[in-house]
């Protein structure tokens, strides 16, 4: 019998139960008739954890060498699939998209992978390495599944899934926070005109060199 949960690994699975892990079970509470039931993880301790209230399943990797991510339906707890990456050690954090059968993950040492992974197709979309990097936080834009809110200790990046066709690609952005005044430093750029944009959605942006005059 377990008890207790983590202060950062909880979520809505629907409108009145939350669940969260706790040592090798996913627990389940009903906050209306506090009834609780529980999944155990036949492999041994729970890992990362993401529960989707929307499409009402939950995403949990095992604490063992080459660590699995399992998907899994509530109220009916059936396994849908198992996700094989190539993880060594551990998953850190796992994120649900809000639209979309898609599911972000992020390994630990040695490899730092941030992976996107279509989990009903059971296909990993793209992958991209940050050696070193220990992140704290992943989200998808509520709004548009194709990009993702990656926090660690020090930076803040958004990732951009670029796609053409069947093919996936991740896109870095970091972005530019405030120093510890408020006071964004704003930073010459002598390759690139100053009304550079960061994202440029509407066309390339050109180097100071390549302009020729023309509005």
Request: aromatic fraction near 12%; include cysteine; hydrophobic fraction near 35%.
């Amino acid at each position: 019998w377990v008890q207790g949960f983590s202060k950062k690994n909880f979520g809505f699975i629907n409108n009145q139960t939350v669940c969260y892990p706790c040592g090798n079970y996913i627990l389940f509470l009903d906050i209306e008739t506090k009834k609780t039931t529980m999944l155990q993880c036949q492999t041994g301790r729970v890992g990362a954890f993401a529960a989707n209230g929307n499409s009402q399943v939950l995403a949990f990797s095992d604490q063992k060498l080459n660590p699995i991510i399992y998907i899994y339906t509530f109220p009916e707890l059936n396994k849908l699939t198992e996700l094989k990456g190539s993880a060594q050690l551990d998953y850190t954090l796992l994120a649900f998209s809000f639209t979309g059968p898609y599911l972000a993950s992020y390994s630990s040492i040695p490899e730092f992978v941030l992976s996107v992974w279509n989990w009903q197709e059971n296909i990993l979309l793209c992958s991209a390495s940050q050696p070193g990097v220990t992140a704290t936080s992943l989200s998808f834009n509520p709004m548009n599944w194709q990009q993702l809110c990656f926090v660690n200790e020090s930076s803040v990046t958004v990732w951009h899934i670029e796609r053409n066709n069947d093919e996936h690609h991740l896109t870095r952005n970091p972005v530019k926070l405030p120093d510890g005044q408020g006071s964004v430093s704003s930073r010459k750029d002598l390759f690139f005109p100053v009304s550079r944009s960061e994202d440029p959605y509407h066309g390339p942006d050109l180097p100071v060199s390549a302009i020729a005059g023309l509005v």
